[in-house]
């Protein structure tokens, strides 16, 4: 019955973090990405017509549960686990981080906005996961004040290069749109974190997240900026600008509900019980989407069990790949915060090799 009860909470927080969403639209860490999306169907649909060949910039995806979060002893503890997470993702240049729960039902799940209530493990750990990938200066506008964030100003900061000084200059600026109408313009104020806003050559709705491109004119006029895609600094001048937080479900939901259009194209699963192959030694193929899940306490196979659509398959069906990363270990338990280090560390010469091919 008490179990019952916690995934019931759990899925009307999550339910609610739609809400969220719509209300700032800041979807997966990045309220413009639906726009991109679209955008990028449309670049890609003209250079096929054009006779240009499209070529997609390989993803680096990352899988964890929520329950980690419910093992921790204390709400500092949460926060603290939480902030080794993202400063993993950040240091390894992830692009996703997949949140999954042990849920049978498959809807949608999600955070109340202003509720100072208990949040579910899956919950907690989206919203920081988020606040933390979000630019300083942009958390005040896009963030409501929240019991769940009360004690992460005693996080070590992500320092990633979309999180800009007030002093520093670059080619592309995370920024908010503002209520603000932009003088003589028909465009829109954005807060990039400057000491002057700038102005954008759309008209947007207020408390939308937008990648900005600033060029080389250091002045700060009335001349109109233009909106680009998240993924813009990436491809263009190879800056890593962040991560996307994703929630599932179950461990299913991760692989149906992939965001790309042809799927992770190589699934790699880690276990105390997987194969042992030395980094060096380990050879994988050319990628577009890569995902490495990594499993709770009780490891990857328990949560394969409790999954509906998954339960009674051995691991090695699910994933091409599934590997010990530390073999010999002294301690009964890696924890999943340890396991993230020590993994994408091993994995960081493979994937260098296979990127080499494309």
Same mark, same amino acid.
């Given at each position: 019955?008490?179990?019952?009860?916690?995934? !019931?909470?759990?899925?009307?927080?999550?339910?609610?973090?739609?809400?969220?969403?719509?209300?700032?639209?800041?979807?997966?860490?990045?309220?413009?990405?639906? !726009?991109?999306?679209?955008?990028?169907?449309?670049?890609?649909?003209?250079?096929?017509?054009?006779?240009? &060949? $499209?070529?997609?910039?390989?993803?680096?995806?990352?899988?964890?549960?929520?329950?980690?979060?419910?093992?921790?002893?204390?709400?500092?503890?949460?926060?603290?686990? =939480?902030?080794?997470? =993202?400063?993993?993702?950040?240091?390894?240049?992830? !692009?996703?981080?997949?949140? *999954?729960?042990?849920?049978?039902? !498959?809807?949608?799940?999600?955070?109340?906005?202003?509720?100072?209530?208990?949040?579910?493990?899956?919950?907690?750990?989206?919203?920081?996961?988020?606040?933390?990938?979000?630019?300083?200066? $942009?958390?005040?506008?896009?963030?409501?004040?929240?019991?769940?964030?009360?004690?992460?100003? $005693?996080?070590?900061?992500?320092? =990633?290069?979309?999180?800009?000084?007030?002093?520093?200059?670059?080619?592309?600026?995370?920024?908010?749109?503002?209520?603000?109408?932009?003088?003589?313009?028909? %465009?829109?104020?954005?807060?990039?974190?400057?000491?002057?806003?700038?102005?954008?050559?759309?008209?947007?709705?207020?408390?939308?997240?937008?990648?900005?491109?600033?060029?080389?004119?250091?002045?700060?006029?009335?001349?109109?900026?233009?909106?680009?895609?998240?993924?813009?600094?990436?491809?263009?001048?190879?800056?890593?600008? %962040?991560?996307?937080?994703?929630?599932?479900?179950?461990?299913?939901?991760?692989?149906?509900?992939?965001?790309?259009?042809?799927?992770?194209?190589?699934?790699?699963?880690?276990?105390?019980?997987?194969?042992?192959?030395?980094?060096?030694?380990?050879?994988?193929?050319?990628?577009?989407?890569?995902?490495?899940?990594?499993?709770?306490?009780?490891?990857?196979?328990?949560?394969?069990?409790?999954?509906?659509?998954?339960?009674?398959?051995?691991?090695?069906?699910?994933?091409?790949?599934?590997?010990?990363?530390?073999?010999?270990?002294?301690?009964?338990?890696?924890?999943?915060?340890?396991?993230?280090?020590?993994?994408?560390?091993? *994995?960081?010469?493979?994937?260098?090799?296979?990127? &080499?091919? $494309?």
């Amino acid at each position: 019955m008490a179990k019952k009860k916690k995934r !019931d909470e759990s899925e009307a927080v999550i339910h609610n973090y739609n809400k969220v969403d719509t209300e700032i639209e800041f979807v997966n860490g990045h309220s413009h990405k639906e !726009d991109d999306k679209k955008k990028s169907k449309k670049k890609k649909r003209e250079k096929e017509q054009n006779g240009v &060949q $499209l070529k997609e910039r390989p993803t680096i995806s990352i899988a964890l549960p929520g329950s980690v979060i419910d093992n921790t002893q204390s709400f500092e503890l949460a926060t603290r686990l =939480a902030g080794q997470i =993202a400063r993993a993702a950040t240091i390894f240049r992830i !692009d996703e981080i997949v949140v *999954f729960d042990n849920s049978v039902d !498959d809807s949608s799940v999600t955070m109340a906005d202003n509720s100072d209530e208990n949040e579910s493990g899956s919950a907690f750990l989206i919203r920081i996961l988020r606040y933390l990938e979000t630019p300083q200066y $942009l958390r005040k506008s896009l963030f409501p004040r929240h019991n769940s964030l009360r004690c992460v100003g $005693l996080l070590p900061p992500l320092d =990633a290069p979309h999180h800009l000084r007030k002093h520093e200059w670059a080619p592309y600026r995370e920024g908010v749109t503002l209520k603000e109408h932009a003088p003589n313009s028909a %465009g829109t104020l954005v807060d990039v974190g400057l000491s002057k806003n700038v102005v954008i050559d759309q008209v947007l709705e207020p408390g939308r997240r937008v990648t900005v491109a600033m060029g080389t004119n250091r002045h700060l006029d009335d001349q109109p900026r233009q909106v680009v895609s998240s993924s813009k600094p990436r491809e263009e001048v190879g800056l890593y600008w %962040g991560y996307n937080v994703r929630y599932a479900a179950n461990i299913s939901s991760v692989f149906q509900c992939c965001p790309y259009t042809d799927g992770y194209d190589h699934l790699i699963g880690t276990s105390e019980h997987g194969l042992f192959v030395k980094s060096s030694d380990l050879t994988l193929p050319s990628f577009r989407h890569l995902l490495i899940a990594f499993g709770g306490l009780a490891g990857l196979e328990e949560c394969i069990e409790e999954d509906r659509i998954m339960k009674g398959k051995n691991p090695r069906e699910i994933f091409d790949s599934y590997l010990n990363t530390c073999p010999n270990q002294g301690s009964r338990t890696i924890r999943t915060e340890e396991a993230l280090f020590i993994s994408l560390q091993y *994995f960081q010469e493979p994937i260098n090799r296979a990127l &080499q091919d $494309l």
